[in-house]
């Protein structure tokens, strides 16, 4: 039996024994508002019509099998005129055979594939130096959260008017209290953000959303709020950190102590 990681486990196996073990369940999906199980799949229902996918493994299924449960999660999802996209999220380290085909059959696009970060949150609760002008505080005014998410947007090439990030982020903070909003500031106005999502009942917190203006890159505002949010984690009892990071975020994490334990490519389908 695979024993999962401890806090300050160095080694990348454990380190996705625990991922595996402790994530990939319904902790995985705070805020839905509708689970339903289809074999080892989770079908999952968001707010603001997004679908999402996901497992803890597919229990050895062939190709054949695999190509029938995304047949069957669409139809589902197709039956719900409320959702207008859908994320099938994958695991690199996966056995899923057949499975890029058939998602690619079904409409499915994939994405950028980003890097499962895994450590100690004592690794990234450090003090971090910031520009005499940029302060950090957590958020929870409706006011603050639409000006982070239009931030957000804006860095990540989406437009605010048409996203719909502020309306999902408002809805995760009235359903799930533990999450946390953090931003960086200058003069006013929003820099830097990122969410905290303490996983309930498991040893970890997510790190999630990490944005910066380009203008204010490279001056240690992601690293601060990273920093912010695992001194948060450690309060609330969390010693485990996981973050899903794309190559911006990767090497910071791992400066960390964090580890890259596999990858995860979304892959995603519009109505």
């Not at 160095?10 to 805020?31: K, S």
């Not at 019509?49 to 047949?71: E, K, P, S």
């Not at 890097?115 to 957590?138: F, W, Y």
């Not at 990122?194 to 040893?203: I, S, W």
């Amino acid at each position: 039996m695979t024993i999962p990681a401890a806090a300050g486990d160095p080694d990348p196996g454990r380190l996705l024994a625990a991922y595996d073990t402790h994530l990939r369940t319904d902790a995985e999906t705070p805020g839905a508002i509708d689970v339903v199980r289809l074999g080892p799949l989770r079908l999952v229902t968001f707010p603001g019509g997004r679908g999402f996918v996901t497992y803890q493994d597919l229990g050895g299924a062939d190709a054949a099998t695999i190509r029938g449960f995304v047949a069957s999660a669409m139809v589902h999802f197709a039956a719900d005129d409320a959702v207008t996209r859908v994320e099938w999220k994958t695991r690199g380290h996966d056995v899923a055979p057949g499975l890029h085909d058939a998602l690619v059959d079904h409409g499915f696009v994939p994405d950028d594939p980003e890097s499962i970060m895994v450590g100690p949150a004592e690794g990234l609760a450090v003090d971090v130096p910031l520009p005499d002008d940029v302060t950090l505080r957590q958020i929870t005014a409706e006011a603050d959260v639409r000006a982070m998410s239009a931030m957000s947007d804006e860095v990540f090439g989406d437009d605010p008017e048409t996203s719909h990030h502020a309306e999902q982020v408002l809805a995760r903070q009235a359903l799930d209290p533990q999450m946390e909003l953090w931003v960086a500031e200058a003069d006013g106005r929003i820099v830097g953000a990122g969410r905290l999502e303490p996983v309930a009942g498991t040893p970890f917190a997510g790190v999630w959303g990490g944005s910066t203006r380009p203008e204010w890159r490279g001056r240690g505002i992601y690293r601060a709020l990273t920093a912010a949010r695992a001194r948060s984690a450690l309060a609330a009892g969390k010693t485990l950190m996981h973050s899903d990071s794309t190559e911006f975020s990767r090497p910071i994490l791992e400066r960390s102590g964090l580890v890259k334990v596999s990858t995860t490519t979304p892959y995603e389908w519009k109505r």
